[in-house]
């Protein structure tokens, strides 16, 4: 969305047309695990004096207490978020629709989960918590819809 | 709500303070059109991305995750929905108060599933998660108030 070449776009629950998600903006983690681009899916942790940063986050076991993560929309490959030095994010599991690049092979209904950052299709014994549902997929133009 | 004999009607949650909307095409494979106050879900693999009437159940590849219901707020009792080939959905379990008539005779607090697209009040059992609960019943009129 940031990035003229980029597929990334939030499609529905985006304030203030939506009852979005939640939104929040946190910095990031220093130095993150991954670049924390948009698309990527993070978790808040503590950067070791109380406040709050971002990183790269990877969803928990099924049967574990459910995960908060967020969908970051604005992150460090944009100027105005390295400038200001946070990430822009929606929080998960609150009404949105997202369309995010992929190298991946998905189809529609497939869940997908947070590895590293990365959404990933959830595959036999995987044992995550999903993130949303796949609800369209484009091989050819590299991008997946999740609903979550 | 598409039509003056109609008693569904969505109380939060929309248009301006959705939850999640999207548009979805009625599956193929449906028995009979798809009219409001469905509970729908996408069809594993279709292509383009279409709905059928939902039945709660974990779903994924190990069983294990919450599923992805739909409400079907505009269906093919619509002029436009016939027109556009489109169902138009909102996300359950999104943030929404919705009325729609039920011949069902619940009590408020009761939870709420899906049978073949109907609410039902039947816990399935298996841990498969309600998409939500009963606010409002009006025994007289045939209607109920749900928020997902």
Redesign the interface.
Known sequence: MSNLNSQFDI???EPP???SAMEGSFPPKSPPTITLSEGVIVAVEDDGTGNPVVDAATSSA??AVPDYLWLVTRGSDSWDSSFADKISCLALH????FKVDTSGSF?????VYANAGVITK??????K??I??V??SNATAGYIVV?T | MSQLSSVFDIIR?WP???????E?VQDSGASSDIEEGTVVS??????P?SVDRHTSAL????S???D?PWLVIRGKESWDSEFSGKLSCL?LR??LIFKVPTTLTPSVGDLLWANNGAFTTTDPGGGVHHLGKVLEYDSTDKWMVVES
């Open positions: 499609l529905a629950g047309s939506g009852r099924a049967d609150t009404g949105l629709v189809a529609v209904g497939d869940l959830l595959t036999a014994g995987a044992d918590q999903a949303g549902q609800i369209e609903a | 949650g301006d303070g959705s939850a999640c909307f999207w979805f996408v069809v594993a693999a279709s292509s991305t779903i994924g590849p190990d294990d995750q919450w992805h996300k999104t943030g």
